[in-house]
């Protein structure tokens, strides 16, 4: 029996068409991250020389959620931590696995990804709610830590998710946040990276990527104190190199099933292929890990 007493009251959500698209898309394209990684990880993973197999993906997915863990420095025995955007929960149960101290609450828009990252989560302190991350029902001044792992980018990495983390974060607490972001506006990008862009944007419902500077500049507005961007791209990059491989195995599975292939697992495997293309042009593209203390 769990025992998790969650500082959150109920709120009106917002409604507006891309969140349409966002939870059209995770209702039928979530089923394909299983192929991604069986621990149900939506990101990208974290290479280390001799500790992750650049050969094993969920190696280094996992270091992923190891990375983020390691940056929000939690004390204390009763701590809790919110992943804005939290997919299937695999952040949160690779937490929990190694933290017998730590609660959990995640946000996603996804009713999917809610009923089953919670069937998943019942041996653990953790929670999966249907809410956006611009607006949550958690309390202000309530959390030990903040997490969003590649999901802010479907905000475009905006003002009002950052200030949502800032507003339910303890003073003195951690916002660590990993994505891919833009090193210049959109306007500046070279062409192949803006085709690239727009594609990728478009296929995975992304408002758009932050621009580095500019998030970071944001974060020091809302009232952050300590703010600390590590470009980890060469990290990130062998499990990028993964998604060719990743997206040929998942085509020829559902070849030898006869399955259909659903739109927007289409769509996901062209974003997936653009994020490889993205990838490659460092000049405009890099993953970031940033940590802002409150
Ligand atoms: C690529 S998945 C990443 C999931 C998870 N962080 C992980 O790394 O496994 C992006 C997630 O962001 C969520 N998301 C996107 N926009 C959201 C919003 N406005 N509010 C809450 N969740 C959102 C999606 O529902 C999805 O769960």
């Given amino acids: 029996m769990k025992t998790l007493s969650l500082p959150f009251k109920i709120k009106k959500k917002k409604t507006t068409a891309s969140r ?5 898309f995770y209702e039928e394209a979530t089923d394909d991250y299983f192929f991604w990684s069986k621990d149900l990880n939506m ?3 974290y290479f280390i020389w001799g500790k992750t197999n650049p050969f094993k993906r969920d190696s280094m997915l996992n270091e992923m959620n190891e990375q983020i863990y390691q940056r929000l420095q939690l004390s204390g025995n009763h701590r809790i931590v919110a992943d804005l955007g939290c997919g299937m929960g695999g952040t949160i149960r690779h937490f929990l696995k190694r933290d017998r101290l730590l609660s959990m609450i995640g946000v996603t828009l ?26 949550t029902s958690i309390a202000s001044d309530s959390m030990d830590g903040v997490i969003g792992i590649e999901s802010l980018c479907h905000s475009g990495h905006s003002k009002e998710c950052l200030r949502e983390g800032y507003r339910i974060l303890k003073k003195g607490g951690k916002m660590v946040i990993a994505d891919a972001f833009l090193k210049k506006t959109p306007d500046k990008l070279c062409s192949v990276s803006h085709y690239s862009y727009q594609s990728l944007c478009k296929d995975w419902s992304l408002d758009g990527l932050g621009v580095i500077n500019e998030v970071e500049e944001n974060l020091k507005r809302i009232g952050f104190s300590t703010i600390k961007v590590e470009e980890v791209s060469l990290r990130v990059a062998p499990s990028v190199f993964h998604v060719p491989f990743a997206i040929v195995g998942f085509l020829l599975k559902n070849l030898f099933k006869e399955n259909p292939i659903k739109p927007q697992s289409w769509n996901n495997l062209k974003a997936s292929f653009y994020s490889l293309i993205s990838g490659l042009h460092l000049k405009d593209f890099g993953y970031y890990i940033i940590t802002a203390t409150k």
Wanted: net charge negative; hydrophobic share 30%.
């Fill in 20 to 24: 349409q698209d966002i939870v059209h």
């Fill in 43 to 45: 990101h990208f993973g």
């Fill in 110 to 135: 996804s009713p999917f990804q809610v009923r089953e990252g919670n069937r998943m989560l019942r041996p653990y302190k953790g929670v999966i709610l249907e809410e956006d991350y611009t607006q």
